[in-house]
């Protein structure tokens, strides 16, 4: 494709005199020919007939400035210079911009996936699977050396979700396919440490683990939406037998 310096052609076109003619039917051709390279590089923006109307009409309209007389092309090549100028930094701004949403897409596809390898590693799934068949459904005769080990086992779950929903909230990874395949999982690791999460709250004053409340809410709006039922909470030992 060829390059321009339009500002250099426009200062140039300031000093023209009838010996310059000729570069200016030149300067044309090779201005129509740098369009039509780009529209060759926009594949997917074009179709093969459209891109095949806009170099006919291209044509045609080269043969009709080359039967201008000396000043009409001074003039329209002046104004061509700033169409072209104009289009070819459009052109390089759209394609900028689709290389770096594609970009983004492929880094959101990457640490998704990533998110799902981590969370199917043999100690996530074991430490979730403490909280199905060990955590009771209320821990009013629990005391505080009990909570504690229980808070000991869950807490690598509960901070494996709260990194989701940060990620989720930072728009770093996908929310559909999480909540699709992990939304269940969420609901119910929620539902059972939700007694241990209110007691460690009132002992530190704070929300603790709000974010990975704030995925379960997401979880309970993707299982309202779907119309799914309220998932039970089995144990492995109570599958198996």
């Known amino acids: 494709m060829v390059a321009f310096d339009c500002p250099y052609l426009l200062d140039q076109l300031c000093g023209f005199s009838h010996e310059r003619i000729g570069l200016v039917q030149q300067t044309i051709e090779m201005l129509v020919e740098s369009i039509v390279g780009v529209l060759r590089e926009l594949p997917l923006s074009l179709t093969s007939n459209q891109r095949r109307k806009i170099m006919e009409m291209l044509m045609r309209l080269l043969e009709l400035v080359k039967n201008l007389n000396s000043s009409d092309q001074i003039a329209f090549f002046a104004f061509l210079v700033n169409c072209i100028y104009v289009l070819l930094v459009s052109a ?34 074991e430490a979730r699977r403490y909280i199905y068949e060990n955590l009771p459904e209320t821990i009013e005769r629990l005391d505080d050396r009990q909570l504690i080990i229980h808070i000991q086992k869950t807490e690598k779950t509960f901070i494996a979700f709260t990194h989701v929903s940060y990620l989720l909230q930072e728009e770093y990874i996908d929310k559909e396919p999480i909540l699709e395949n992990y939304w269940a999982v969420i609901w119910k690791c929620w539902k059972k440490g939700e007694g241990i999460i209110a007691w460690i709250r009132k002992r530190r004053g704070d929300e603790y683990l709000s974010k990975f409340e704030g995925l379960f809410r997401l979880s309970e709006e993707y299982r309202a939406r779907k119309q799914l039922p309220e998932p039970k909470i089995y144990g492995i030992s109570r599958i198996i037998t």
């Open 92 to 125: 390089t701004l759209w394609y900028v911009g689709r290389q770096f949403t594609q970009q983004k897409k492929e880094h959101r596809l990457h640490e998704t996936l990533t998110m799902f390898e981590k969370l199917q590693r043999e100690e996530m799934v």
